[in-house]
């Protein structure tokens, strides 16, 4: 029994670390645009494709060691910088001139930006790369190599702990970190808080609010990039679909930490991958949704702003 | 320093300011009085490049504005510290104060006009950690008036510092005024309390619906009729 309860701990924390990664990009862009980008889970969808042809252009499959870790390490810069190029490019082509039109516009796009990307997602897993099965099934979902070894980290225990577990979850809370400051001890951090609370003053601050708006994109689309390969190499799988649930529910997790809300989005995206885990072992697969939402629904009527939501908007 | 020339401005369809000019000279305090909904803030707005006026011009030391956009009129040299106070409610004082250097690199000086700040407002440096949002409206005043002069500008656009504060606090406001004007600052001030306004402004504005109807020295228009009547209330 403690055993399980150890394993879906481990499962939800990996998981979870997955859709907080995810959040953070949603709740970044939120923040300083009261805009929720939902293209945002497509980028990371993209960026899973990106980094899986990578893989197959260096034939990580067959590297070993110290080589395969050094190429992982570049597939994860890069993959992380496809997501941020990506979603710069989304920003300045589509929301971007809608910036003063009613809020609705940008919002529709986005949805609309969401089904590009995944037509692009398809076409991209059409390709006859050898890692996609030959092609000829666009939509079906392309094996990710398994690259890190799969022995058992502690042993014959019955708890399994496996190199990927520690990879996502030591990853994960490395770039938190970098991200967390980042926007606590530099000026670009201080300056992206300003304008998310009040834009029009931070521009009398001498700050160029476009170039704020423009590195929270870059930095929401890396970790979209990044939380892409992390979850590549934890499930295995890529396809077009996968950034429409996933960030569904990183979006959820988003809403559930308090919108616009940095450390809210980890803890949202663990609590998320938490219940999930938990959930689909108690209650079974099937339920896993009504669950989920069930929880974060009642969780949402108590505290309405979210877990780290403030409740009321200051207006001094 | 400054010349505003003719400008019209809109909020959406509606034309607010109907040619609106003035001059400030380095060195002076200028201020413009007038009702609510005059357009002063307006006018301070299209100064500062938050709002962009359709037509007229604005230059400032010879250098035409209107292109510019917002934060590149404060490298300018200008600050504007706007209605409402607007700090950063969720930021400490210190981080407000922070920010309103955060177009300059030179450390000392960023030092030394931090020290003077804390020296005219010894409430700011009590409560440095404290969020700006729980500051009450007459330290929230202060912060933002310390803020603006982190920027460190030769021109300082304030659009009433004393609204909704007490007689006590807005004479400290006031003293502070002076004090940044005898150290150098030119200062353009929009009031409703056009009494106290006009007692430490070397010249005035008055604007009514949008345009200028008097300008004079404080005193010559303090001792209008006409200006009496409509701004001075019992007078
Ligand atoms: N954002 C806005 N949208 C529409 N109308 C506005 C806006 N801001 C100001 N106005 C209108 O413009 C006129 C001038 O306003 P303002 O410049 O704020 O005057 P003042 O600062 O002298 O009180 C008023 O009639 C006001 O209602
Ligand atoms: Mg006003």
Redesign the pocket.
């Known amino acids: 029994m403690l055993d399980t309860l150890a394993q879906q701990l481990l499962l939800g924390l990996t998981n979870g670390m997955v859709f907080a990664l995810i959040a953070l990009g949603y709740t970044m862009v939120y923040g300083i645009l009261e805009f929720i980008n939902f293209a945002h889970g497509d980028v990371f969808m993209l960026s899973g494709f990106f980094a899986l042809t990578l893989v197959s252009v260096l034939g990580l499959q067959d590297a070993q060691g110290f080589s395969l870790f050094a190429q992982l390490g570049l597939v994860l810069v890069l993959a992380s910088a496809f997501g941020a190029v990506v979603n710069l490019l989304i920003d300045r082509l589509v929301y971007k001139p809608l910036r003063k039109a009613p809020k609705l516009a940008p919002l529709v796009s986005a949805i609309g930006v969401s089904f590009v990307l995944q037509n692009i997602g398809l076409i991209w897993g059409a390709m006859p790369l050898d890692v996609f099965g030959g092609g000829g099934q666009p939509a079906a979902p392309k094996s990710f190599p398994a690259l890190l070894p799969t022995t058992n980290l502690l042993g014959n225990s019955a708890i399994t702990l496996q190199l990927k577990d520690v990879l996502v979850i030591g990853a994960s809370l490395a770039v938190m970190t970098v991200l967390y400051l980042l926007v606590t001890r530099t000026k670009l951090g201080m300056a992206m808080r300003a304008t998310a609370q009040d834009p029009q003053a931070a521009r009398l601050m001498g700050i160029d609010v476009d170039r704020v708006v423009a590195a929270t994109f870059l930095v929401g689309g890396g970790l979209a990039g990044f939380a892409a390969v992390v979850y590549a190499l934890y499930i295995n799988t890529v396809y077009y679909q996968m950034g429409y649930q996933n960030g569904l529910y990183a979006f959820t997790a988003a809403v559930v930490g308090g919108i616009g809300n940095i450390p809210g989005a980890v803890l949202g995206g663990l609590l998320l991958g938490l219940v999930r885990a938990f959930s689909d072992q108690f209650i079974g697969a099937q339920w896993q949704p009504a669950v989920l939402f069930g929880i974060l629904i009642v969780l949402l009527v108590f505290r309405p702003s979210g877990l780290l939501g403030s409740t009321a908007r200051e207006k001094v | 320093m400054l010349i505003v020339d003719a400008i019209h401005a809109a ?2 369809a ?1 034309e ?1 300011l109907h040619g609106v000019s003035l001059k400030v000279q380095a060195g002076e305090i200028v201020t413009l009085i ?10 301070l707005t299209c100064i500062s490049g938050l709002h962009k006026p359709k037509s007229g011009k604005i230059a400032f030391e010879g250098k035409d504005l209107l292109p510019l956009p917002a934060h590149d009129i404060v490298h300018c040299g200008i600050a504007h510290c706007p ?1 409402g106070r607007r700090v950063f409610p969720r930021q400490s004082v210190a981080e407000n104060l922070a920010l309103g250097a955060y177009i300059r690199n030179d450390k000392a000086g960023i030092r030394q006009d931090l020290d003077k700040i804390y020296s005219l407002f010894p409430v700011l440096l009590e409560r440095r950690a404290q969020l700006a949002g729980t500051l009450s409206g007459g330290e929230q005043q202060m912060l933002a008036v310390g803020r603006a002069m982190m920027i460190r500008p030769r021109l300082l656009l304030l ?1 009433e510092p004393s609204l909704g504060l007490a007689p006590l606090i807005v004479k400290r406001i006031f003293d502070v005024i002076l004090e940044l004007n005898r150290q150098g600052t030119t200062i353009l001030l ?1 009031e409703q309390n056009a009494r106290m306004a006009l007692k430490i402004a070397s010249r005035a504005y008055v ?1 009514e619906t ?1 345009s200028v109807i008097a300008e004079g020295t404080g005193a010559e228009l303090l001792a209008d009729p006409k200006v009496q009547a409509a701004y001075l209330g019992d007078a």
Not at chain 2, 34 to 43: F, I, S, Y
């Open positions: 909020h959406g509606i607010v007038g009702a609510n909904g005059a357009g002063k803030t307006t006018t209605e659009d929009v604007l949008g």
